[in-house]
T-cell receptor, first 114, second 114 residues
Framework: DAGVTQSPTHLIKTRGQQVTLRCSPISGHKSVSWYQQVLGQGPQFIFQYYEKEERGRGNFPDRFSARQFPNYSSELNVNALLLGDSALYLC?????????????FGQGTRLTVV | AQSVSQHNHHVILSEAASLELGCNYSYGGTVNLFWYVQYPGQHLQLLLKYFSGDPLVKGIKGFEAEFIKSKFSFNLRKPSVQWSDTAEYFCAVIPTGGGNKLTFGTGTQLKVEL
């Protein structure tokens, strides 16, 4: 079975631009979470979506938004990019959000803002 | 809000040496605890987790961790490391009932030399 897939793998954007990152969860998984991993730090929680509804949001500005589609894939959008948004963006999928279920991570999208 | 501290940022060991990586968390309630590993070029993978019961938990590839509630610690151990254990290791917590929102530590980069 395919794991969590993210696209693109690498991306270079200019300050002020907007970016969209994509994630396809493991088949059968209805929950998708997004994390930001800045170099030298651990992943930081951005959003969780379950059944197309936002179930959690981390401490990120409104420039960050996300959505989940009927097929449970998800997009993360970041507007008005700043240099500090340069990071590895990770997507994780899990089967349910009622309690803890193991999160499976994709390989991430490396975003560089210049 | 909860937080996780990993005090060893870089560890270098020779093959067959014993490993212990420290992890301390800060949270007033009960938590679920995790260790994730990221091998070079690969995605984050779950090594082991603690929810309740025996505070000594065993994970994949010979790793184990001990939860010491009085010390708010969840240290990772392996009696004899191998070159293939070279990776970055992340400790993470979820407050009990906190769904799938992981809070990660900053990570420990382990290098095992032949």
């Amino acid at each position: 079975d395919a794991g969590v897939t993210q696209s693109p793998t690498h991306l270079i954007k200019t300050r002020g631009q907007q970016v969209t990152l994509r994630c396809s969860p493991i088949s059968g998984h209805k929950s998708v979470s997004w994390y930001q991993q800045v170099l030298g730090q651990g992943p930081q929680f951005i959003f969780q979506y379950y059944e197309k509804e936002e179930r959690g949001r981390g401490n990120f500005p409104d420039r960050f938004s996300a959505r989940q589609f009927p097929n449970y894939s998800s997009e993360l959008n970041v507007n008005a990019l700043l240099l500090g948004d340069s990071a590895l963006y990770l997507c994780a999928s899990s089967s349910d959000t009622g309690g803890y279920t193991e999160a499976f991570f994709g390989q991430g999208t490396r975003l560089t803002v210049v | 809000a909860q937080s996780v501290s990993q005090h060893n940022h870089h560890v270098i060991l020779s093959e067959a040496a014993s490993l212990e990586l420290g992890c301390n968390y800060s949270y007033g309630g009960t938590v679920n605890l995790f260790w994730y590993v990221q091998y070079p070029g690969q995605h984050l993978q779950l090594l082991l987790k603690y929810f309740s019961g025996d505070p000594l938990v065993k994970g994949i590839k010979g790793f184990e961790a001990e939860f010491i509630k009085s010390k708010f610690s969840f240290n990772l151990r392996k009696p004899s490391v191998q070159w293939s254990d070279t990776a970055e290791y992340f400790c993470a917590v979820i407050p009990t009932g906190g769904g799938n929102k992981l809070t990660f530590g900053t990570g420990t980069q382990l290098k095992v030399e032949l």
